[in-house]
């Protein structure tokens, strides 16, 4: 059974730092990670996508890495800014036979980053 | 392209009666998946829908239910609810079970 961990819980940091954001995962047979950003009361918003035959990706100002041999995930925020602030979750999908991934994410307890003027 | 729908926003049932959330995926998207968030347990997996048809289910009871018609569209269920299914109920949508998009979700209260 797939288990997701997320450290740390919470973060705290001033305006213009780089942070990093971890994620571990019990199964290496993970297919796909995915990283998403929530807003109090709201959905998820899909950040990255990092499939299985890559290592990693970027968007802007952030980059995400995908490590099946060790079972981790990181996520890079360069410069934060006050509107980075939200919970941040990983999530790890499952390899189906054809090689694409079921639609069944197993997610993280997320890492709520907050980020002071 | 318009997102991920979902209605209603917000919910306030009593114990006992049922409710049906529904889920209208990405224009072109066929799998369509549903989970529950709450702050004890976090997001969990309740199922996906691939044409139609279940192709993975979570650890839920049976009280829990799904279908998706043929234009992609979902519906889920819960029948007899209880105190602790009050909770955030999201769906996403895929094309072919890649990169996931989620609704804005709906608000369970049960009462």
């Known amino acids: 059974k797939q288990e997701v961990t997320q450290i740390p819980a919470a973060l705290s940091v001033p305006e213009g730092e780089n942070l990093v954001l971890n994620c571990s995962f019990t199964?290496?047979?993970?297919?796909?990670l995915q990283w998403f950003r929530q807003d109090p009361g709201k959905g998820l918003t899909s950040l990255l996508l990092?499939?299985?035959?890559?290592r990693e990706q970027t968007s802007g100002r952030l980059n995400a890495s995908l490590d099946k041999s060790s079972g981790r995930s990181t996520l890079y925020i360069a410069a934060s800014q006050p509107g980075d602030s939200a919970t941040y979750l990983c999530?790890?999908?499952?390899?189906?036979?054809?090689?694409?991934?079921?639609?069944?994410?197993?997610f993280g307890q997320g890492t709520i980053l907050t980020v002071h003027p | 392209k318009a997102g991920v729908t979902q209605t209603p926003r917000y919910l306030i049932k009593t114990r006992g009666q049922q409710v049906t959330l529904s889920c209208s995926p990405i224009?072109?998207?066929?799998?369509v998946s549903w989970y529950q968030q709450t702050p004890g347990q976090g997001l969990q997996f309740l199922f996906e829908?691939?044409?139609?048809?279940?192709?993975n289910k979570g650890n839920f009871p049976g009280r829990f239910s799904g279908r998706q018609f043929s234009n992609s569209r979902s519906e889920m269920n819960v029948s007899t609810l209880e105190l602790g299914d009050s909770a955030l109920y999201l769906c996403?949508?895929?094309?072919?079970?890649?990169?996931?998009?989620f609704g804005p979700g709906t608000r369970l209260t049960v009462l």
């Open positions: 829908y691939f044409s139609e048809t279940q192709r």
């Open positions: 990092i499939q299985s035959s890559q």
């Open positions: 224009s072109g998207h066929r799998s």
């Open positions: 199964d290496s047979a993970i297919y796909n």
């Open positions: 999530a790890g999908a499952p390899r189906r036979a054809g090689g694409t991934s079921y639609g069944k994410l197993t």
């Open positions: 996403a949508s895929s094309l072919y079970s890649g990169e996931q998009f």
